[in-house]
């Protein structure tokens, strides 16, 4: 597990969404977090995200104000410099990241 190697805000919103969503899903305490994932594809980058128990081995961990977010190694490049947000999305909300080289935001999780 690699500790702060990459640069990534999460806003104070986030941050709170985040622990609620890990408390929810019973993942509290010592481990839990969310997980961004990077997958390319024809129409470019697309970000996932999904609660996890404990990060991998090689596993990217940021911790902000009690959250905890993992990147694997082979996404890390794509969130490097992003900013993870908890915004409004209809009657929902959802985390986006907004990637470091664009204003595009990619909401995948409601919680």
Known sequence: MQRLALSLTLTPRSCAAIQKTVAAAGLGG?????????????????????????????D??????GARVYVDPFSAQDVDGGTIDYVPAGEDHVFTLTPPRSSARAPR???
């Open 30 to 58: 010592d481990g839990g977090g969310l997980r961004i994932a990077a997958r390319h594809r024809r129409k470019g980058t697309e970000y996932r995200f999904a609660v996890e128990a404990q990060p991998a081995e090689t």
């Open 60 to 65: 990217y961990v940021v911790e902000r104000q």
């Open 109 to 111: 999780l409601v919680a």
